[in-house]
């Protein structure tokens, strides 16, 4: 019997019909980074021959069991997310899937780093299964930083090289995500350096984190073993990085537009080899309006990175990385990921191919897409017993003024430090200036521990509160309020429907969205759950929550991730992000 | 205790002093594709931090043990050839490793195929166990094509997909080698096919061969999946590969030259990413007076290219070729093979230092290189009776003219097919035109069976006959003369010898060159091989020998080489390459 390949082959020698032949397309040729027409055979689940175009015709002629005039279209790989965070989008991997292929997303390297703190190795397992035989090909690498700090944090499970070793045998597994806890790496931290140690030993890719990593600290990161960061915000920083070595995944993600840097950084070393291109975090409003990995090429382009560049680095780059060697590409041999988009201006994605099959055709996904295996639904919030009290800050003296640290949100995601001098009555200080809310994390892991309340700026809620269980990566319940009744409120509302997001006020709920898996995916179609965003965030707008770079749903979701700059709050205290250490919240007179 | 990564790690910090800081060098930063002073800290065997000059001075200063003043130097990472026979310079690894790293080759490719075609899998045993320990870091890729056509020719030895599944678990290994028999990869015959899925079951590189394989037959050729080409001779050929997306190793060996040609393509597509660059076949003689991978470097500088990514697919894109992720570059956590070269110009390669130590000083070699194993120097020469009559044409009737299918010296390495019309006596064809030689091929590995003969046009040779078991890659006994008592004279000689190369002439050897190692290398440095291959190179020239695109001594080294168009002999017959048929010798009249 033939196998697929012999066929395929006798397919490009001329001797077998294709299955499939793209006529005429403005083939976006990554290998030499030209533009020309082509025609394309297909044969089962690979290209087989792609045949230039001279003097306005194809050298020679491929015959097809079926035929599409492309003529018009631009033809490229399916495009890959060389690094992105399912839950992010707030849905399960096949209503991520269905989401992003629409917009030519045919591959993923996915992190299930928020589910692993909170489900552990049963949330990785899961994510890894629920991935299998979607049209998105699914990367998985093992979460590396659960929590990213410990003893600065502690969340739903604790990961070290002996369960990330054991992850990487799963089926599909690429190599270990994010290592976010880039000042362990550099001192060389045993958890964390052990962590790496197994990336180096088992020949894995090691993905790094790195925000505004520079000089010495940055050459002792790559020097320890990691490679790439999708954190650098400006485009000396990635200069710098890409000429240590540092592959940069550049990033558009929901709150993080850094495309426009990157681009800057490319027109002065346009030979550089180290670029791909990631969405980390998209959310589901923001994939319905803008798009997907389309939107990041868009962006580049506009940038001005040539597009066959662009698309080299959403394409074959992001595969070369985690070394799957006949992918993102059109060329015989290759596995037939292509999309046919109506211009290289708009990135429209017209119509798409995984492996030969057609799944998406005038931009409307035209095959089921299913896990075969269920979510996890069990309510996974584990919380301490609760009172009002819990969300007031316990002064060290019963009156008299105090200073606090605070946390205000600064330009570029980033949460710097600061101070307050506020009355203290009754031992509570409960009472803060107008642009000033109380905020609070809660282990809600079943750690056992009281709330720690602490005090941020710029966050806009005028009244009420707000609160989820997105808060990355330990998600634990972040809640942040005028009021400790209506923190209280919101924290109770999440317990009962598993997690998700909640706003209240004056004793009132105003909105929710209920998060079942984990506290962090709904089972539903990112449409369904897009809506209901907006409704949030237009609820969140009219208490005054301020609509920054993120969304106004998750606008606490970065708060509590003590590996970005520069200071955070964790269920344990506030955190110095750089020197790893906790800052007290009471400053001496 | 510490590890090497920690200590590593610790200095690029600057936590502990480095091993060796190499100062004030222009760095040539592959990554970017810049050149640019920098200081360069080494620690253990890797980089631990590369400092940039700004202003005039780094960026911040690295302490070290050791320090080296560079300042006017060109610094970059060792060359990595990407396909190169050791046994081309007919000395083992040992000494082909003194040879090469003199000249800036770190690290290499081989493909040990000329050995195992002679000695079956215990040669490439043996070359994987002499390779170990070198200041050359040797790439090992299993011989696919052992003999390059079975049915065409035999040789000492048959690979079968088993055979090289079984060599793929050696230790070094990385790929399997060229796969030369390109038109039954293209027909997916049984034999190559299941080779080819072997590499692809086992996630390895499939090294191709495919001179002027073009339009559907290219396109099937990479369908099935080998991805490489050496052999390209023309630009427009390495375009049509280029755009197909097959990796084109740029080369320059002692008898093809293509780097113009690839400078050439490269010129229209020059963001192309699949190229790297190799010496595939290397003479003793040209090593010594053109050096070796700085050669290539230098050639295709001067051809426009320009010296960050010619050095770039002299290092960066060899090492990724075969997934060495931390070699190939000045970079931290990289391996730090270093050169320090005095000028782009030359490429004179001043220092070497291979993973951190010093092994070449002001050009000259400062440590010990030996192979721990002895090289097997068992005679291995099994030929047959022979007397003078094996060596003349046999006719197919005893008296008259009879028109002869003849082999002809073409450019570009090719040998073409001719005709001759030559008279017939006593049965034989005894004495031919003067253009013309009797050429023999004498199976030399127990076939048990008398010389083939045929006439070649175009060797020069005037007189006597000229002989050698180098005879690509079956390595079969290959003899040309002008009569058929010299050509036995150089048998017999050659037999004794253990095989090498052997000219005579009116019954009296003019000059032998013993190869005892398989009949193909000798165990001496390549400074003692040099001059006697330059003896019988003058001797040869004497008696007419041209000296084609190949050196004298080499003339008939790829006269037998049934994957290299378009006519060839072997010890079987006559063979058309493209159609992989015999050629009748005797025309129909």
């Not at 070393?269 to 409003?285: A, G, K, L, Q, Y």
């Not at 640290?405 to 600061?418: H, K, L, M």
């Not at 942040?480 to 706003?503: E, H, I, P, S, Y």
């Not at 004056?506 to 759950?529: K, S």
Request: hydrophobic share 45%.
């Amino acid at each position: 019997m033939a196998t697929a390949r012999e066929d395929i082959v006798a397919a490009a020698r001329g001797d077998q019909p294709m299955d499939l032949v793209v006529r005429g397309a403005h083939l976006v040729n990554v290998f030499t980074a030209e533009i020309y027409p082509a025609d394309i055979g297909i044969k089962d689940d690979r290209f087989a021959a792609v045949v230039r175009y001279e003097d306005g015709r194809p050298a020679y002629t491929l015959n097809g069991f079926r035929e599409v005039d492309a003529a018009g279209r631009f033809a490229m790989a399916g495009f890959v997310d060389s690094h992105v965070h399912i839950e992010s989008m707030m849905v399960p991997p096949d209503e991520f899937a269905k989401a992003v292929v629409r917009n030519g997303t045919t591959a993923a390297a996915i992190d299930p780093h928020e589910i692993a703190n909170v489900l552990g190795k049963d949330g990785v397992r899961y994510m890894v299964e629920a991935s299998q035989g979607l049209p998105v090909r699914i990367l998985v690498t093992v979460p590396s930083c659960v929590p990213p700090v410990p003893g600065l944090e502690t969340s739903g499970a604790e990961f070290h090289a002996k369960d990330v070793d054991e992850l990487l045998q799963l089926p599909g597994v690429v190599g270990i995500a994010e290592i976010m806890d880039y000042p362990g790496v550099i001192n060389h931290h045993a958890r964390i350096a052990g962590i790496v140690s197994v990336g180096l030993d088992r020949l894995v890719v090691n993905e790094g984190h790195a925000p505004q990593v520079s000089g010495r600290w940055l050459q002792a990161y790559l020097a320890a073993g990691v490679t790439s960061d999708h954190e650098s915000r400006q485009a000396a920083e990635i200069l710098e990085k890409l000429r240590a070595g540092m592959l940069i995944h550049i990033r558009d993600s929901s709150f993080g537009h850094y495309v426009g840097e990157a681009a800057a950084a490319w027109k002065q070393v346009p030979h550089s080899v180290n670029f791909t291109m990631c969405t980390d975090d998209i959310e589901p409003d923001d994939v319905i309006k803008r798009g997907h990995m389309n939107r990041v090429v868009r962006l580049a382009i506009e940038a001005g990175i040539p597009a066959p560049l662009a698309i080299r680095y959403a394409t074959l780059n992001g595969a070369l990385r985690y070394r799957k060697l006949d992918l993102g590409a059109v060329g015989p041999g290759y596995l037939a990921d292509l999309l046919l988009v109506d211009d290289l201006e708009s990135m429209r994605v017209r119509d798409v191919y995984v492996e030969g099959r057609q799944v998406v055709a005038d931009g409307e996904l035209i095959v089921d897409v299913r896990s075969s295996v269920a979510p996890p639904l069990h309510n996974t919030m584990r919380l301490p017993e609760l009172v009002e009290d819990d969300f007031t800050i316990h002064a060290p003296f019963a009156e008299g003024d105090i200073e606090l640290t605070t946390i205000e949100f600064a330009p570029r995601n980033r949460t710097v430090q600061g101070r307050l001098r506020v009355p203290v009555k009754g031992g509570r200080v409960a009472e803060l200036p107008p642009d000033y809310v109380f905020i609070s994390v809660t282990g809600r892991h079943g750690q056992g521990q009281k709330p720690f309340v602490g005090v941020l700026k710029g966050l806009g809620l005028r009244s009420g509160a707000h609160g989820t269980t997105v808060a990355h990566d330990s998600h634990n319940l972040v809640i942040a309020g005028r009021n400790a009744a209506d923190m209280l409120l919101v924290a109770r509302t999440l317990a009962k429907c598993g997690g998700g997001f909640c706003l209240a006020n004056d004793g009132q709920v105003l909105a929710t969205l209920a998060l079942p898996i984990a506290g962090l995916m709904t089972p539903e179609p990112v449409e369904q759950v897009a809506p209901r965003v907006e409704v949030y965030n237009a609820r969140s707008i009219e208490l005054g929550l301020l609509p920054g770079q993120r969304s106004p749903i998750l606008s606490l979701a970065g708060i509590a991730l003590p590996v970005s700059p520069d200071v955070k709050i964790t269920n344990l205290g506030l955190v110095h992000v750089n020197s790893q250490q906790f800052v007290p919240l009471f400053n001496a007179a």
